[in-house]
């Protein structure tokens, strides 16, 4: 590509390429456009193959006038995944496989149909829905972060620019700093990481400080387990997370910005250093970029499997070559961050977010969302739940709609226990909190965070006492070590939660439990141990009876605890075929085919429920 | 100390070289002795010692520090398997077990033939199609322990192939 030395350069690339980028969404050249996802969840799923043979295809076929294939990012939908979406129609296939390429290119391609079996069929109403748009999983949804993925091939800049990329920052160098500092302040954008701190306010600390060497930091280390929206982002649209960053690097007067990103996202990193290496050659990352004074670099640091590195002040030292082990605050990274200079830390949806509101107006974005938390907020909707996926929604809108409207409600008939938010540092919500607005604010008055925006939705099967343990065995490894409350209080409250899953708990370990937790809490230095005994306290106080039942009767309700239950064949119900004998990896089990029924031995059972999963009739319960 | 093979040294020295524009490039170095040497022994770590002046100590911290470090070499095979919450939640545990039942080591360990290593993952983001499994980076979607079998056969597969 051409350089782009200035802002007429630059305006005349973006026209030209969103002319392209039309005419291929609305069929104006006369072709189909046919875009295949290449996030994370589809491409394990064979849509690389797909798109290298619907490109093979239309080469054979000679149909080069006729269509056009494209890789694009995440559709967040990753259950029904892969994903062929077809412009101009907007018809969207899911869970396409290989050897249906040939059906897409003859009968939609060539024949112009439609082809009704790669449609979603929606759970409740068991119709076929054609257009993305009219699927209920997208209907409350609004892209400010995601916006870009799933649309743009985010292996081409020019697609980037199509897309409106670099408006932003062009905005941006013809106001001074601190009109960019209040431009964000003036949107409301809060940190997207965990804490929700005003990012406006974060930027105006670094930049009130006098100092040539000033770093920008994109904290890419979703550590949380079951949160996936950065690495979605990044990979579906990096350009738009490096311009959040030069736009933040001018507002603070960074000349230098590093992006830390997780080494378990190798695609996401790929595509980073793409889009870094282009804009390089393009001349917008640089000196003297589009030909003013600002002067903006990029560099990627990789983690390397440490959750704690994800708390700001550990990230630095991580980045530093050292332990990631966090450090005491004040001071702040904005005023002594990296090598010791001001440094601002913003998460990746954050940076995202940044590079829409410059682009168009923190009006716009200050009119979405709730009076504490402005605009947006993705989701990675998980666990007992229909449509798992990334799901980006106004901050406001319910954990009923959340779940029920967009997440299609609880699989197999199930009964809806809890939805935990913030990961292993937040806590659970339930029943009482459905029809709670989702904001910052809301969500820690009722006992939980928002943190990266991981929602794991749980049913009548999973055990409170369980999930709690969970969270806890996690923060166990994950626990640096620096601080004795966290380091072996965290340790100590995973003891008793184990006992108690063994079923030889006492009423007294509660107590203690609850002791150990706010030790904890209050002792320790990074959000890390702060936060360790969230899910405890907040599955302690929404289950009381769950726990009482482990520590009092010995019993878990749900039937998790293996300790605690035991397998037994209903000889009323047993059809006396032998196949749970059969699949018993301890032969516990014995009767005589078509004779006697079969019985469990207690003293040989594992309780791997092989039995109950292989028996077609139902006769093996669980008590 | 058992001393090093001259082709490491050659490794080694070339990668120190390849960042030593970069400001404190400590981590940088270490992961890219981790993926093209495989492993960071007390002979290498000595050796990064010398090279850059940052004291042996200090690099033994951050090797340990680190999960994706690792001082004993990994098997030709590095299963991943998912344990983070949405994984968790659909039963990634028991697909761990059962890898562990068919290789016969727990995780963290290698196999005693060099083939396999067994790690526990803490999310790799592909919640949306849980439980997800990693082999050297290879995503499988929705595993099953009961698949778990035929995965590892057909990896044995593969390495006899290769070895032919």
């Known amino acids: ?623 | 100390m058992a001393k090093l093979q001259s082709h490491a040294v050659k490794l080694i020295t070339e990668i120190v070289e390849r960042y030593k524009d970069e400001e404190t490039p400590l981590m940088m170095i270490l992961e890219a002795i981790q993926s093209e040497y495989g492993y960071i022994p007390l002979e290498v770590q000595e050796l990064v010692s010398k090279l850059t002046g940052i004291p042996v100590a200090e690099i033994y911290g951050v090797v340990t520090f680190y999960s994706f470090f690792s001082l004993t070499p990994k098997g030709k095979y590095v299963i991943g398997v998912c344990l983070g919450t949405a994984c968790y939640v659909k039963g990634s545990q028991s697909v761990m077990d059962k890898f562990s039942e068919v290789l016969k080591i727990k995780p963290g360990e290698t196999t005693e033939d060099g083939l396999f290593t067994l790690d526990a993952l803490r999310c790799i983001g592909a919640c949306g199609i849980a439980p997800a499994i990693s082999i050297n980076g290879k995503v499988y979607p929705k595993m099953e322990a009961k698949k778990v079998i035929s995965l590892v056969e057909e990896y044995r597969a593969l390495a006899a192939k290769e070895a032919q």
């Open chain 1, 1 to 623: 590509m051409e350089k782009i030395l200035t802002e007429e350069q630059l305006g005349k690339k973006i026209e030209h390429c969103s002319s392209c980028l039309e005419k291929k969404f609305s069929g104006q050249d006369g072709k189909k456009h046919l875009v295949v996802c290449g996030g994370t969840g589809c491409l394990s799923s064979n849509s690389g193959e797909i798109l290298e043979k619907l490109e093979a295809l239309i080469k054979e076929k000679h149909l080069e006038e006729k269509a056009t294939v494209n890789r694009v990012g995440c559709f967040g939908f990753c259950s029904q995944g892969p994903f062929v979406k077809v412009f101009p129609e907007d018809r969207l296939y899911r869970a396409v496989k290989v050897s249906d390429v040939e059906r897409i290119i003859q009968e939609d391609v060539i024949e112009g149909k439609c082809i009704e079996d790669l449609l979603y069929v929606d759970p409740a109403t068991k119709q076929k829905v054609e257009r993305q748009d009219d699927i209920n999983f997208y209907k409350k949804q609004k892209r400010i972060a995601l916006n870009g993925c799933s649309m743009i091939n985010p292996e081409e800049l020019e697609e980037a620019f199509g897309f409106g990329a670099f408006k932003g920052l062009t905005r941006a160098l013809h106001m001074s700093q601190q009109e960019v500092v209040d431009e964000i302040l003036k949107s409301g954008l809060r940190g997207r990481g965990g804490a929700g701190f005003p990012t406006g306010r974060k930027w105006q600390f670094a930049l009130n400080q006098v100092n040539d060497d000033k770093y920008v930091i994109c904290n890419g280390d979703e550590g949380d387990p079951g949160a996936f929206m950065d690495r979605s982002i990044l990979e579906g649209n990096p350009v738009g997370v490096i311009e959040g960053m030069m736009i933040a690097g001018y507002a603070i007067g960074a000349k230098n910005g590093y992006f830390y990103v997780r080494a378990e996202y190798p695609i996401a990193v790929k595509r980073l250093r793409l889009a870094i290496k282009e804009l390089e050659e393009v001349g917008l990352l640089g000196d003297h970029i589009l030909g003013t004074n600002f002067s903006f670099r990029c560099h990627i640091r990789l983690g390397a499997g440490a959750f704690v590195c994800g708390e700001e002040t550990a990230l630095i030292n991580s980045i530093e070559g050292k332990r990631g082990m966090p450090r005491p605050r004040p001071p702040f990274p904005a005023i002594k961050g990296l090598w010791q200079k001001p440094s601002i830390i913003n998460n990746v949806e954050t940076l995202a977010s940044v590079s829409w509101i410059m682009r168009e107006g923190a009006e716009k974005f200050a009119s979405i969302g709730t009076q504490g938390s402005k605009g947006t907020k993705v989701f990675a909707l998980g666990g007992k739940v229909n449509n798992v996926g990334l799901v980006e929604v106004p901050m406001g809108t319910t954990l009923r709609e959340l779940i029920f409207d967009i997440g299609g409600g609880i699989p197999n008939g199930k009964k809806f226990k809890a939805i935990q938010t913030g990961g292993p540092s937040g806590g659970c919500l339930t029943e009482k909190d459905l029809d709670a607005e989702i904001d910052f604010d809301t969500l820690i008055a009722r006992g939980s965070m928002m943190g990266s925006g991981g929602a794991i939705v749980m049913d009548e099967d999973n055990c409170m006492v369980d999930v709690a343990k969970f969270y806890m065995e996690f923060i166990v490894d994950e626990s640096c070590g620096k601080c004795s409350p966290c380091r072996i209080g965290t340790k100590r409250m995973l003891e008793i939660l184990t006992k108690i899953c063994n079923g030889k708990g006492e009423e007294k370990d509660l107590d203690e439990l609850k002791e150990l937790a706010e030790i904890t809490k209050t002792n320790s230095l990074c959000a890390l141990g702060q936060t360790a005994a969230n899910p405890i306290l907040s599955t302690m106080k929404n289950f009381p009876e769950e726990y009482l039942a482990h520590v009092k009767d010995h019993k878990c309700p749900a039937g998790v605890c293996k300790a605690m239950l035991h397998y037994e064949i209903n000889p009323e119900k047993c059809k006396k075929c032998s196949l749970c004998a059969r699949n018993c990896p301890v032969q516990a089990i014995s009767g005589v085919v078509g004779k006697e029924p079969f019985h469990i031995d207690q003293s040989k059972c594992v309780k791997c429920g092989l039995c109950m999963s292989n028996c077609h009739f139902g006769a093996v319960e669980k008590k």
